[in-house]
Nanobody
């Protein structure tokens, strides 16, 4: 059994910063790609940023230059540093990971989501 648990969401003023964390636990053999996605009210879920096991990153155009994704493989944790936040960044942020389990099954997993609200 594998779990992804996010933390770090909250309410922040425009221009502020937040750092999200997502820790994976359970019967994990190896974690491949990890990423952050978000879903605003009434909109489809969209990719925010992804990071490969080797550290290669990919960002949505809307967050380039403001958000930074990183990971600590030893801690099985992925981070999202969010700076210069805008009201349009308000959404539920979800962690995602491609994981090979100890049983050698490859599955894609989602966290439960954490709310980020950017408002004055």
């Amino acid at each position: 059994q594998v779990q992804l648990v996010e933390s770090g969401g909250g309410l922040v003023q425009p221009g502020g910063s937040l750092r999200l964390s997502c820790a994976a636990s359970g019967s994990i053999f190896r974690i491949n790609d990890m990423g952050w996605y978000r879903q605003a009210a009434g909109k489809q879920r969209e990719m925010v940023a992804t990071v490969s096991r080797s550290g290669s990153t990919n960002y949505a155009d809307s967050v380039k230059g403001r958000f930074t994704i990183s990971r600590d493989n030893a801690k099985r944790t992925v981070y999202l540093e969010m700076n210069s936040l805008k009201p349009e960044d308000t959404a539920v942020y979800y962690c995602n990971a491609d994981i090979r389990t100890i049983s050698q099954f490859d599955n894609n997993y989602w966290g439960q989501g954490t709310q980020v609200t950017v408002s004055s």
